[in-house]
C-alpha cells in the first residue's frame, strides 16, 4: 500500500474519535474566549489581549459554528490578522491563523505618521490617477485610544466607489521581521475597472503592497486577442441604449407568482453548446418552502419589480461604463432593462446574426437568469445570509442585506476600450458586489478555400487546432498551396515523403496523437496540416499541447475530407486565411463565465468571513480556480459527462467549437494527457500566467477529485438537492472555503477539504480526496511554503 493511502486510512479513524461529539450555541464572549485559549498555545498573550470576535456564524451540515477574530495592537487592527476556528460542542475542533507574532518585539515604537492626505497622494502617484486637490471632509471613525484610523470620504466622482483610508499594522511579506504602521488607501479608478488598494508606509510613504479588488478573468494579453473595433454614439451623454421605462409594483400584497424567461438553461453553457428554452418560474426548483426562494426573483422584500431586478441581482446594460450605485428598493438607477409586464414575460426574440445591441433584452434577461441560478443553487450548499450571500433582505437570517448584485451587460460597449473581459468586485457583507458582462469581439473562424479543381472548388468547414498560440493562423498567417495526402494516418516519421515539403499535409485521423501526426508533418516541411475525421459529424477542436508546432493545423470532416482525398491523384490547390475583421459574441450569454465572475463572490466572502473579503490576495491564492470550477459544475450535463471529457472554459468567447482549447493552458480533463497540470508547475511563469493559471491547477484538483467521488457515489443532474458524487464535492468544496485560513495556499486549501469531508461526512471520501490531489502532485508530502510565492 503506497504511503500516502496507509496515511488516509489512519486519518479517517483518528477524525472520527475527535469528531464524535455533540454541539452547542455559546455566547459570543464565550466563543472568544474559547478560541483565545486555543490561541494561546502558540503566541504570546500580547499578541491576543485586544483580539475582537468580527464575525461567526454556523454551518448546520458540518454542525459547527465558525468563529472569527480580528488582531488587533495598540487599539489598531493587524492587516489580515485573522484567525478563522470551527467550534463544536465547546471544544474547537479546528484552528487557522494569520496572526503576526511577536508583536511587541516587531512592531515600530515610532508612532509618527504622515497626513491621510500625503497618504493619498502617494497611492494615487503610484497607480496614475488624479486626485481633486480638496476631497472635502471625511467621515472619521476613531479607536478607544482617540486615534483616528478610518476615513470615508464621498465619491470623487459620480458612481464611484467612496475613497477610504485605514490605518493597519502591516507586515511586508518580503521583510516578515518588520511590522509598520501602514495607511491602506482604497481608490476607484473607474475609466480602468480598477479598485485599489495600496498599502503605504505611514512613515514614509514607500508602498507596501497593492491589490485590485476588482477580479478581471481574463485579459488582452493573456488571449492574444487586440481588436481596434470601436463604437460610437453621437449623443455623449447617452447612457442606456433604450429608454428607461420600467415600472415597479409597490407594495407586497400581489406576489409573483409566475414568471417566463427564455435563457440558455443549465447546463447549457452557452450559444454554441445548445439553444434556449422557456423556463417557468425557475424559483420553485428549490423546493417548496426552501429559503433560498421565500422572495421569488422580482421581489426585495419590499417592491415587487416587473424588470430584471429582485432580491438577488438588479440586471441592466452599462454600456457606457457608467457603473451606477444601487438604489433604494422602488427607485431606478437610470439605466435600462428588460420590462416583462404584468404577466413578467422575458421571452424576447434573439438573433445572434444581429448587432450586439439589437439584442439587449435577450442578453440581460439571461444575465439575470444565472445569477438568480447562482443564488438559489448556493444557496443550497451553504452560501445563505449569515455566509454572506447577495441579498437586499435577508429577512431576519443573519449577515447583512441590501448587497444584490449589480450585473452590467454589455459593459462600455459604446465607450472605447472595454472588450473581451468580465470582472467581479465582491466588498464586505452588506455593501454590493458589481459583475460586469463585457461584449468579445475576436477574429472570425478561419476560412478554408479550394481553388481547384473546378470540381470541389469552394469554402470547406474547418476547426482550428488548439495546440498553443503558436500555430494560430492568426499569428502565423495565410497559408496556401497543394494538398499532398501521406495516404494514411500518419504516425510515423517515414509517412511523410521529402514530396511534401512546401505543401499542405493531408492526414487520416486515427491511432495515434494530433500533435504527433502534425509535429511530423512540420519536420518533413509542411506548410500546414489538415486531419480527416475518422467519425461522421462535424470537424472538432484538435487537442493536445506543443508549442514547437508552428504550421497551422485543422480537422476536416470526414465527407468533406473524402472528397478532397478522392482528387489528390491530381493537383488540389488550397488557401487559408483569417477573415478581416471581428466578430462579436455576448458575455451575457456564457453561462460559464456568468458562474465563474459569481464563483469570485463566494469565495471571497467565504475566506476568511463575510467581513473580510480581501483574504485572497495572495500570489498562490486560487479564487481563478474556484470559479473556474463553479462554472464546470454548473454546466455539465451529469447524466452524459464522462471524466475524460475535455471541459474547456470560453470557447463561445473565442469563436471556437464547444470542446475547442478555450482561455485557460489546457482543458479540464481527468485524462492527464489532455490536462496535465501539476503542482510542481505552480513556479513555471511560461506556463501558468498569474493568478489564471495558478487557478488552473487549483480547478483541475477540483475537477479529479469530482470524478473520484462520482466513481464511489454516481453523479446526479440535480443541483439543487442531488445526493451524487458531484453534489458532494461541490458541498465540500464550499465547506472548504469557509473552513480555510486567509490567504490560503494550495495545501490549506486542500487540508480544509479533507477536515470538512471528516465534520459533514464522517471521512467517507478522503482516500477519494487524498487520491486526487496526490495525482497532480499535492499528496501529503507536498510543501506549501509560503502562499506569497508562487
Same mark, same amino acid.
Given at each position: 500500500?503506497?504511503?500516502?493511502?496507509?496515511?488516509?486510512?489512519?486519518?479517517?479513524?483518528?477524525?472520527?474519535?475527535?469528531?464524535?461529539?455533540?454541539?452547542?450555541?455559546?455566547?459570543? $464572549?464565550?466563543?472568544?474566549?474559547?478560541?483565545?485559549?486555543?490561541?494561546?498555545?502558540?503566541?504570546?498573550?500580547?499578541?491576543?489581549?485586544?483580539?475582537?470576535?468580527?464575525?461567526?456564524?454556523?454551518?448546520?451540515?458540518?454542525?459547527?459554528?465558525?468563529?472569527?477574530?480580528?488582531?488587533?495592537?495598540?487599539?489598531?487592527?493587524?492587516?489580515?490578522?485573522?484567525?478563522?476556528?470551527?467550534?463544536?460542542?465547546?471544544?474547537?475542533?479546528?484552528?487557522?491563523?494569520?496572526?503576526?507574532?511577536?508583536?511587541?518585539?516587531? =512592531?515600530?515604537?515610532?508612532?509618527?505618521?504622515?497626513?491621510?492626505?500625503?497618504?493619498?497622494?502617494?497611492?494615487?502617484?503610484?497607480?496614475?490617477?488624479?486626485?481633486?486637490?480638496?476631497?472635502?471632509?471625511?467621515?472619521?471613525?476613531?479607536?478607544?485610544?482617540?486615534?483616528?484610523?478610518?476615513?470615508?470620504?464621498?465619491?470623487?466622482?459620480?458612481?464611484?466607489?467612496?475613497?477610504?483610508?485605514?490605518?493597519?499594522?502591516?507586515?511586508?511579506?518580503?521583510?516578515?521581521?518588520?511590522?509598520?504602521?501602514?495607511?491602506?488607501?482604497?481608490?476607484?479608478?473607474?475609466?480602468?475597472?480598477?479598485?485599489?488598494?495600496?498599502?503605504?508606509?505611514?512613515?514614509?510613504?514607500?508602498?507596501?503592497?497593492?491589490?485590485?479588488?476588482?477580479?478581471?478573468?481574463? $485579459?488582452?494579453?493573456?488571449?492574444?486577442?487586440?481588436?481596434?473595433?470601436?463604437?460610437?454614439?453621437?449623443?455623449?451623454?447617452?447612457? $442606456?441604449?433604450?429608454?428607461?421605462?420600467?415600472?415597479?409594483?409597490?407594495?407586497?400584497?400581489?406576489?409573483?407568482?409566475?414568471?417566463?424567461?427564455?435563457?440558455?438553461?443549465?447546463?447549457?453553457?452557452?450559444?454554441?453548446?445548445?439553444?434556449?428554452?422557456?423556463?417557468?418560474?425557475?424559483?420553485?426548483?428549490?423546493?417548496?418552502?426552501?429559503?433560498?426562494?421565500?422572495?421569488?426573483?422580482?421581489?426585495?422584500?419590499?417592491?415587487?419589480?416587473?424588470?430584471?431586478?429582485?432580491?438577488?441581482?438588479?440586471?441592466?446594460?452599462?454600456?457606457?461604463?457608467?457603473?451606477?450605485?444601487?438604489?433604494?428598493? !422602488?427607485?431606478?438607477?437610470?439605466?435600462?432593462?428588460?420590462?416583462?409586464?404584468?404577466?413578467?414575460?422575458?421571452?424576447?426574440?434573439?438573433?445572434?446574426?444581429?448587432?450586439?445591441?439589437?439584442?439587449?433584452?435577450?442578453?440581460?434577461?439571461?444575465?439575470?437568469?444565472?445569477?438568480?441560478?447562482?443564488?438559489?443553487?448556493?444557496?443550497?450548499?451553504?452560501?445563505?445570509?449569515?455566509?454572506?450571500?447577495?441579498?437586499?433582505?435577508?429577512?431576519?437570517?443573519?449577515?447583512?442585506?441590501?448587497?444584490?448584485?449589480?450585473?452590467?451587460?454589455?459593459?462600455?460597449?459604446?465607450?472605447?476600450?472595454?472588450?473581451?473581459?468580465?470582472?467581479?468586485?465582491?466588498?464586505?457583507?452588506?455593501?454590493?458586489?458589481?459583475?460586469?458582462?463585457?461584449?468579445?469581439?475576436?477574429?472570425?473562424?478561419?476560412?478554408?478555400?479550394?481553388? $481547384?479543381?473546378?470540381?470541389?472548388?469552394?469554402?470547406?468547414?474547418?476547426?482550428?487546432?488548439?495546440?498553443?498560440?503558436?500555430?494560430?493562423?492568426?499569428?502565423?498567417?495565410?497559408?496556401?498551396?497543394?494538398?499532398?495526402?501521406?495516404?494514411?494516418?500518419?504516425?510515423?516519421?517515414?509517412?511523410?515523403?521529402?514530396?511534401?515539403?512546401?505543401?499542405?499535409?493531408?492526414?487520416?485521423?486515427?491511432?495515434?496523437?494530433?500533435?504527433?501526426?502534425?509535429?511530423?508533418?512540420?519536420? =518533413?516541411?509542411?506548410?500546414?496540416?489538415?486531419?480527416?475525421?475518422?467519425?461522421?459529424?462535424?470537424?472538432?477542436?484538435? !487537442?493536445?499541447?506543443?508549442?514547437?508546432?508552428?504550421?497551422?493545423?485543422?480537422?476536416?470532416?470526414?465527407?468533406?475530407?473524402?472528397?478532397?482525398?478522392?482528387?489528390?491523384?491530381?493537383?488540389?490547390?488550397?488557401?487559408?486565411?483569417?477573415? =478581416?475583421?471581428?466578430?462579436?459574441?455576448?458575455?451575457?450569454?456564457?453561462?460559464?463565465?456568468?458562474?465563474?465572475?459569481?464563483?469570485?463572490?463566494?469565495?471571497?466572502?467565504?475566506?476568511?468571513?463575510?467581513?473580510?473579503?480581501?483574504?485572497?490576495?495572495?500570489?498562490?491564492?486560487?479564487?481563478?480556480?474556484?470559479?473556474?470550477?463553479?462554472?464546470?459544475?454548473?454546466?455539465?450535463?451529469?447524466?452524459?459527462?464522462?471524466?475524460?471529457?475535455?471541459?474547456?472554459?470560453?470557447?463561445?468567447?473565442?469563436?471556437?467549437?464547444?470542446?475547442?482549447?478555450?482561455?485557460?493552458?489546457?482543458?479540464?480533463?481527468?485524462?492527464?494527457?489532455?490536462?496535465?497540470?501539476?503542482?510542481?508547475?505552480?513556479?513555471?511563469? =511560461?506556463?501558468?500566467?498569474?493568478?489564471?493559471?495558478?487557478?488552473?491547477?487549483?480547478?483541475?484538483?477540483?475537477?479529479?477529485?469530482?470524478?473520484?467521488?462520482?466513481?464511489?457515489?454516481?453523479?446526479?443532474?440535480?443541483?439543487?438537492?442531488?445526493? !451524487?458524487?458531484?453534489?458532494?464535492?461541490?458541498?465540500?468544496?464550499?465547506?472548504?472555503?469557509?473552513?480555510?485560513?486567509?490567504?490560503?495556499?494550495?495545501?490549506?486549501?486542500?487540508?480544509?477539504?479533507?477536515?470538512?469531508?471528516?465534520?459533514?461526512?464522517? !471521512?467517507?471520501?478522503?482516500?477519494?480526496?487524498?487520491?486526487?490531489?496526490?495525482?497532480?502532485?499535492?499528496?501529503?508530502?507536498?510543501?506549501?511554503?509560503?502562499?506569497?510565492?508562487?
Amino acid at each position: 500500500m503506497h504511503a500516502w493511502k496507509r496515511f488516509c486510512h489512519f486519518s479517517i479513524v483518528i477524525y472520527l474519535l475527535i469528531f464524535a461529539v455533540s454541539s452547542q450555541a455559546q455566547s459570543t $464572549s464565550a466563543l472568544r474566549d474559547l478560541v483565545i485559549k486555543e490561541a494561546a498555545k502558540s503566541y504570546a498573550a500580547s499578541d491576543l489581549s485586544e483580539s475582537q470576535l468580527s464575525y461567526s456564524y454556523a454551518t448546520t451540515g458540518l454542525n459547527v459554528t465558525h468563529v472569527y477574530l480580528q488582531q488587533y495592537y495598540h487599539g489598531i487592527p493587524v492587516f489580515n490578522g485573522v484567525i478563522n476556528a470551527a467550534v463544536r460542542g465547546g471544544e474547537v475542533v479546528h484552528f487557522n491563523s494569520t496572526y503576526v507574532k511577536g508583536m511587541e518585539q516587531r =512592531a515600530t515604537t515610532d508612532m509618527r505618521m504622515m497626513t491621510v492626505a500625503q497618504a493619498m497622494t502617494y497611492a494615487a502617484n503610484h497607480v496614475q490617477m488624479q486626485l481633486p486637490s480638496n476631497m472635502g471632509t471625511a467621515e472619521i471613525t476613531y479607536n478607544g485610544n482617540g486615534l483616528p484610523v478610518k476615513y470615508l470620504y464621498a465619491p470623487v466622482h459620480e458612481n464611484e466607489e467612496r475613497p477610504a483610508v485605514n490605518l493597519f499594522w502591516y507586515q511586508d511579506p518580503q521583510n516578515a521581521k518588520q511590522v509598520n504602521l501602514c495607511w491602506e488607501v482604497i481608490l476607484d479608478d473607474q475609466p480602468n475597472q480598477n479598485i485599489w488598494h495600496i498599502m503605504v508606509d505611514a512613515h514614509d510613504g514607500t508602498i507596501l503592497g497593492q491589490y485590485d479588488a476588482v477580479i478581471k478573468c481574463f $485579459s488582452d494579453d493573456e488571449l492574444g486577442i487586440h481588436g481596434n473595433e470601436s463604437v460610437h454614439t453621437t449623443q455623449s451623454t447617452r447612457v $442606456s441604449a433604450h429608454a428607461d421605462n420600467r415600472t415597479s409594483i409597490l407594495g407586497i400584497n400581489m406576489p409573483v407568482m409566475s414568471a417566463t424567461y427564455n435563457v440558455y438553461d443549465a447546463p447549457i453553457e452557452s450559444p454554441n453548446f445548445g439553444s434556449r428554452s422557456l423556463v417557468m418560474d425557475p424559483w420553485d426548483r428549490n423546493g417548496m418552502g426552501n429559503p433560498a426562494g421565500t422572495l421569488m426573483w422580482h421581489n426585495d422584500g419590499t417592491n415587487i419589480y416587473t424588470y430584471t431586478r429582485g432580491n438577488n441581482v438588479y440586471a441592466y446594460e452599462d454600456t457606457l461604463n457608467t457603473n451606477p450605485g444601487l438604489p433604494a428598493t !422602488g427607485v431606478s438607477n437610470g439605466h435600462y432593462s428588460p420590462d416583462g409586464g404584468m404577466t413578467f414575460n422575458f421571452a424576447f426574440p434573439l438573433n445572434l446574426a444581429n448587432h450586439p445591441r439589437t439584442n439587449v433584452d435577450p442578453a440581460i434577461t439571461n444575465l439575470f437568469f444565472w445569477n438568480n441560478l447562482n443564488h438559489d443553487i448556493f444557496y443550497q450548499y451553504g452560501f445563505d445570509e449569515q455566509a454572506g450571500n447577495f441579498q437586499i433582505d435577508n429577512l431576519g437570517r443573519g449577515g447583512s442585506g441590501n448587497d444584490a448584485v449589480r450585473a452590467e451587460a454589455m459593459d462600455g460597449f459604446i465607450s472605447p476600450g472595454s472588450r473581451n473581459n468580465a470582472n467581479f468586485f465582491t466588498p464586505d457583507d452588506g455593501l454590493p458586489p458589481r459583475m460586469q458582462m463585457f461584449v468579445w469581439n475576436v477574429p472570425p473562424p478561419p476560412l478554408f478555400t479550394i481553388s $481547384s479543381p473546378a470540381s470541389i472548388a469552394g469554402d470547406y468547414k474547418v476547426v482550428e487546432s488548439g495546440f498553443s498560440p503558436n500555430n494560430k493562423l492568426a499569428n502565423v498567417g495565410p497559408v496556401s498551396g497543394a494538398i499532398y495526402y501521406i495516404g494514411g494516418e500518419g504516425c510515423s516519421a517515414m509517412d511523410y515523403p521529402v514530396a511534401l515539403s512546401g505543401k499542405i499535409a493531408l492526414i487520416d485521423r486515427g491511432t495515434c496523437a494530433f500533435t504527433v501526426k502534425v509535429k511530423f508533418a512540420q519536420d =518533413a516541411g509542411a506548410i500546414a496540416a489538415i486531419v480527416v475525421n475518422n467519425n461522421t459529424g462535424l470537424p472538432t477542436t484538435m !487537442g493536445g499541447n506543443d508549442p514547437s508546432i508552428t504550421i497551422p493545423a485543422f480537422m476536416i470532416s470526414m465527407a468533406d475530407g473524402s472528397l478532397i482525398k478522392a482528387q489528390t491523384n491530381g493537383t488540389v490547390m488550397a488557401s487559408m486565411s483569417q477573415p =478581416a475583421g471581428l466578430a462579436f459574441n455576448l458575455g451575457d450569454l456564457d453561462n460559464g463565465v456568468i458562474t465563474h465572475e459569481y464563483g469570485h463572490g463566494i469565495s471571497n466572502r467565504l475566506t476568511g468571513g463575510p467581513l473580510n473579503s480581501g483574504c485572497l490576495v495572495v500570489n498562490e491564492q486560487m479564487g481563478e480556480g474556484w470559479s473556474d470550477y463553479f462554472a464546470l459544475m454548473l454546466t455539465t450535463d451529469w447524466t452524459m459527462a464522462a471524466a475524460n471529457d475535455r471541459r474547456p472554459i470560453g470557447t463561445y468567447a473565442l469563436n471556437e467549437q464547444p470542446d475547442g482549447f478555450g482561455i485557460r493552458p489546457f482543458p479540464y480533463s481527468y485524462d492527464l494527457s489532455i490536462n496535465p497540470v501539476t503542482y510542481a508547475d505552480l513556479p513555471n511563469a =511560461a506556463l501558468l500566467s498569474l493568478p489564471h493559471g495558478i487557478g488552473t491547477v487549483w480547478a483541475s484538483m477540483l475537477w479529479d477529485m469530482t470524478w473520484n467521488i462520482i466513481n464511489m457515489q454516481g453523479a446526479d443532474p440535480d443541483m439543487y438537492h442531488g445526493v !451524487g458524487g458531484n453534489n458532494i464535492a461541490l458541498q465540500l468544496v464550499i465547506d472548504g472555503l469557509k473552513l480555510q485560513t486567509c490567504n490560503p495556499g494550495f495545501v490549506d486549501g486542500r487540508d480544509a477539504i479533507l477536515l470538512a469531508d471528516q465534520l459533514r461526512y464522517g !471521512g467517507a471520501h478522503t482516500c477519494a480526496i487524498w487520491d486526487a490531489f496526490a495525482r497532480r502532485g499535492l499528496g501529503y508530502s507536498a510543501s506549501q511554503g509560503s502562499p506569497n510565492d508562487r
